[in-house]
Every structure is written in C-alpha cells, then in structure tokens.
C-alpha cells in the first residue's frame, strides 16, 4: 500500500483511516542554516510544476501563537512547559492542516518537524522516551530534509542574518559567559544531536555550506524520486 | 519514566481531590486547607487549569470550539507543567503542604474519554510527582448530576462533552458524559491506589475521614508558619516585558 500513512508509534485513536494522497516533505536544520530561504524556493519550484504545496512552520498556529509568545517573553522558564506548548502547537497543525492536506493530495512542506522538539529538549537533558511518546501520533515524513552545517560555518551567517538572539543562544541554559559564547556552545550541541538524530531517522542530508543555489539544487534531486511515486487513481 | 512510581523525596506534602463535578471535593478541600491553616501549617492551594500562561488561549479556543481531543489534553498537560513547577514543586521543596483540587487523574479520566490513549496520557503526565493522599470523592452518577443541573443554571460546553457529540442536549450529554467519566474514575483507584471517600456521607463525616488520614500522613511533620504568619497565595511573582 503505497498510500498507508506511517506514524512513529500509534495514530490518533479517534482519527479516521485515511488514504495519504500526498505527500509530506520536512526540513530540518539548527537555527539560521537558511532553512526558510530553501523552503521558498522549494515551494514556488513544486507550484510551477503543477503540484498544490501546503507550507506549515514551527510554532505557527492560531491557537498557540499567543502562549508561546508569553512564554518567551520571560514568563516561564521551565523546559516541560515550553516543550507541550510547542508540542500542542504542534499537534493542532499536524491534525487541523497536515492531515486534511495529505488527504486531499497536497506536498505538505514543514519548515521544521518533531525532530526540533526532540533535538532541543534532548541538548536541555529531557528523558528521551518521553519526549518520543509525546510526539508518537505523528506522520513519519516521505522525505526529511536535512540541511547539513558546522558551527564555522554557521556563526557568520547567523550574525549577517539578522544576529543571534536569546533563545537561538539557549541563554535558558547558561552555557556561556556572554550572547556569543553561549551561542557557539548551544548550537553546537544541536548541530551534534541532530546529527544522530539524522542517522537514527534516515534523514537526507544536504550540505548546506554550499551557495543557496547549489542547496536548492540539491535538495530538488533528493525530491524528485519522491514526487515520482505517484498515487494511482482509484476507481 | 513510569507513572508515580515513587514517593517525591521533597519535605512537603501534597494532598490532592479527585472526583467528578457535584462531587463536593471543593467543598472538602476548603475545610480541609481552613483546619490545617488553623493548626499553624503554611499551605498552599492551586487549582486545575489556572496558570496565567494558557489561561486566555485555553478559554478562548475552548469559546470557539477549536479543540481536538489531543490539543485539549496538551493545553491542560501544559497547564499542569506550569503549576507543577511554579506552583507545586517549589513550595514541596520549601517544606509547605500543598492542595490541588484535581490532579493529573482528572486528565486520565476527561482525555481518555474523549478519545486519547490511555497509555499516551498516562506517559505524557509521567512528569509529575506522586500525592502523599490522593482523595477520591466516590458518589452515584445520579447524585452528583443532579446537583450540578438542580443547582446550575447553565452548563459548560465543554462540562457536558458537548464536543463529543453524545447527545444534542446539553443535559442529557452532560449526564452521559460524567457517566463515563465516573468509570474511568473507578478503574483508578485500584490502578493509583486513590483513597475514596463516600461522598454521600454527610459533609462533616467525609472532613472527619479527611482530617484523619491527614493527621495520619503528617505524623513527624511538623513545619510549622513562621512568626509573620502571612498566608502564601503567590508562590512566584510574575513579571511583565513590555
């Protein structure tokens, strides 16, 4: 069955059977590797080729918007709050955008997956089966794209791309002396954790040291095969 | 992470209420938190889906009916995070008596019944630390549904499981809805080895059964308010970033 949807443990008990006509690309990659520029680029390709693109992000929905923002304003400096409002975030966009667009036949594109929430709180020392089973109901991806940097690379795009801020630094965690320090120390523990995460879920890794061209290049050719198993038509 | 497998090794103590709505464990919990106030003992309350973080995002979405059972039973799981380390940890760790009216069973009875794995919920809360007592508040179904419709002009949306779909009225949803609930309830208090208490019993009689076991559980605790003797109701103090 080419269409049975793949979750990473159980599916939702009360969610419906459902054949997945779509497809599910995510994009992975630490803070600043260019993630969003590629997923643009991404979009605006699969819509030229005829193909209806659904692009979902990390802590967008309605729902959450507001919490999250509150939360990050100072108002909480717990790691176990912060990881069940991403993860109700999370679950509101998989269920109320995700799913009704795969069913219907739409590229889903996430900018970002389960595997930040998973890489991030792993870096905070959080009990890894339990995060595991938080995220159990979701969609395990056609494809998980991920966007390959060393922290060398990383820290003069960071400050050319807008400058570090407080929690791209993990400041949360005093892991250093100053913004900069503390910085170079998070994102290097994130980089080494999503780089076992990437052996562990097979991802598809894109060297993301290259020119933004050269990226998108690349990753079109790791999409291309996945497009090609298109669903046959039902009668 | 197995649920509440062990004691908290805080010098605290953590009684909490459990039972479905008309049950009187408020009522319980308020006599309960006035008699230990009155026998010299710092406590701290906190109630169920209070925190100032996702008090306004959950009344909201709960107004314009956006939930699925899952982020329901996120939003309140992200609710108790929040009291747990702010509310409930800290002033365990300070020494003080801690009251919750409902804990994390009030989301292993409500999530389930709308349609989350049992496991998943019960792994998902698996953070939490285990109560000194846990009370149920153990009453007919009948009961306790006719107390909140005789003594309620209105019911809660959400009260009645209206989100489930169980029945086109409010009443008749709301009874079935509890009703299931209760059941859920009832599987544990095995499982969690909850203390049930007959809720049909005069209100005094149930206090009296409260306050024993209490006395029982505090047996070489002994701390006591300091000499300021200022009732704690903020464990933290908020700030704003404007």
Redesign the interface.
């Known amino acids: 069955m080419p269409n049975e949807p793949k979750y990473f443990g159980?599916s939702?008990?009360?969610l419906k059977p459902f054949e997945k006509k779509g497809k599910l690309i995510a994009i992975e990659g630490t803070d600043g590797c260019g993630r969003s520029t590629q997923v643009a680029l991404l979009k605006n390709w699969l819509e030229v080729r005829g193909y209806a693109v659904v692009e979902t992000g990390w802590a967008r929905s309605n729902?959450?918007h507001?919490?999250i923002e509150?939360?990050k304003?100072?108002?909480?400096m717990?790691r176990?709050?912060f990881t069940?409002?991403y993860?109700?975030d999370f679950?509101?966009r998989f269920?109320?955008l995700i799913i009704p667009a795969l069913r219907s036949g739409h590229i889903v594109l996430s900018d970002r997956y389960v595997f930040t929430a998973i890489a991030r709180d792993v870096v905070r020392d959080a009990?890894s089966?339990?995060i595991r089973?938080?995220f159990?109901?979701a969609l395990v991806p056609d494809v998980t794209l991920y966007m390959k940097i060393d922290i060398e690379t990383l820290i003069p795009r960071a400050i050319e791309g807008g400058g570090m801020n407080y929690w791209e630094a993990g400041m949360d965690m005093h892991m250093g002396q100053d913004l900069f320090d503390s910085f170079v120390n998070y994102q290097s523990a994130l980089i080494t954790e999503y780089n076992k995460l990437s052996k562990e879920f097979n991802f598809n890794s894109v060297d993301a040291t290259k020119s933004v061209d050269e990226i998108q290049k690349d990753i079109r050719e790791i999409v291309k095969p996945v497009l090609a198993e298109k669903p046959k038509v039902k009668k | 992470?197995k649920v509440f497998e062990k004691k908290h090794g805080y010098p605290g103590k953590l009684f909490i209420v459990e039972g479905v709505d008309g049950s009187g464990k408020s009522t319980q919990i308020d006599l309960l938190k006035k008699w230990l106030e009155s026998e010299g003992y710092s406590v701290f309350y906190t109630e169920w889906n209070s925190s100032?973080?996702?008090k306004?995002?959950t009344r909201e979405?709960k107004k314009k009916n956006?939930?699925?059972?899952?982020?329901f039973s996120?939003?309140h799981?992200?609710d108790f995070?929040?009291r747990?380390?702010?509310q409930i940890i800290p002033p365990l760790k300070a020494g003080m008596i801690v009251l919750a009216d409902r804990y994390a069973y009030t989301a292993f009875a409500r999530d389930v019944v709308r349609?989350?794995?049992p496991k998943?919920v019960r792994?998902?809360y698996?953070?939490a630390v285990k109560p000194d007592i846990s009370f149920y508040f153990d009453m007919p179904i009948q009961i306790a549904c006719e107390r909140i419709l005789s003594n309620r002009a209105e019911i809660k949306f959400h009260e009645a499981g209206m989100d489930l779909g169980l029945h086109p009225d409010v009443r008749e949803s709301f009874k079935i809805f509890q009703g299931r609930i209760m059941d859920q309830y009832k599987k544990m208090v095995e499982e969690f080895d909850l203390t049930a208490i007959d809720a049909t019993h005069e209100i005094h009689d149930q206090q009296d059964v409260v306050r024993e076991k209490v006395s029982e559980c505090l047996k070489g605790y002994s701390t006591k308010r300091t000499i300021y003797a200022k009732r704690a109701k903020v464990f933290w103090r908020?700030?704003?970033?404007s």
Do not use: C, H, R
């Open positions: 159980e939702l008990p009360y729902l959450m507001k919490s509150l939360a304003s100072g108002n909480t717990d176990m709050t069940l409002l993860a109700t679950a509101d269920e109320n009990d089966a339990w089973n938080l159990s109901f | 992470m100032e973080l996702v306004e995002t979405a956006l939930l699925t059972p899952t982020t996120l939003l799981a992200t995070a929040d747990l380390y702010y349609g989350v794995s998943w792994d998902l698996s953070f908020k700030f704003t970033v």
